[in-house]
């Protein structure tokens, strides 16, 4: 069955470098010449419903974490590398049209990046692409979602595959996953 839920759908194509320079905020999660392969897992137990083990894939190894903190206005996540260091913070903007978040050095002195979901096609396809600049710019990932797993079913929680492109910050494609599911959690509240 591979990384789709349904014979019927077809992987997308394999993904190419899109820049000859790196792309994303931490050149240690961006340095990789093949794709890569992410498995996004929603953590069960956890008293914000937020939190994300995020592991490579191909070996099963954790390759970030996200932790969301309980009772946050802003709905404040931290992005935790496999040792436990907080890479950067990812708070939700209040007041903007659309939804919106922006994310942080670890003592949120500095802002270092801003996602705006803005999807073309249909998150409940199971399916996304993330581009650069615009809908048709260069690939860089690809988000798959599990569907209807017993994870799902029982507990509500989600799991996604996010295939990133060579020479892309991967932790930054996982943090716009998340970014996406937490939109599609508040379509359905």
């Known amino acids: 069955m591979g990384l789709f839920s349904s014979s019927n759908d077809q992987p997308p194509p394999p993904l190419q470098r899109p820049s000859q320079s790196l792309i994303g905020i931490s050149p240690a999660y961006a340095n990789h010449d093949h794709q890569i392969v992410l498995k996004l897992q929603e953590r069960r137990l956890s008293f914000s ?54 994310a942080y050095t670890p003592d949120e002195s500095k802002l270092l990046f801003t996602v705006k979901t803005a999807l073309r096609g249909d998150f409940f396809d199971r399916k996304a692409s993330i581009n650069l600049g615009s809908p048709d710019g260069p690939p860089l990932g690809h988000i798959s979602r599990s569907f209807l797993n017993g994870r799902e079913i029982i507990f509500d929680q989600q799991t996604y595959y996010l295939t990133v492109a060579p020479g892309v910050d991967a932790a930054l494609l996982a943090a716009i996953c998340v970014c996406l599911d937490e939109k599609e959690n508040e379509n359905h509240n």
Do not use: Y
């Open 49 to 102: 419903g937020d939190d994300f083990h995020i592991l490579d894939a191909a070996t099963g190894n954790p390759f970030l974490h996200c932790e969301a903190k309980t009772f946050s206005l802003h709905r404040r996540k931290e992005f935790l590398d496999a040792q436990g260091n907080v890479l950067f913070v990812m708070k939700k903007k209040i007041l903007s049209i659309h939804t919106t978040f922006e």
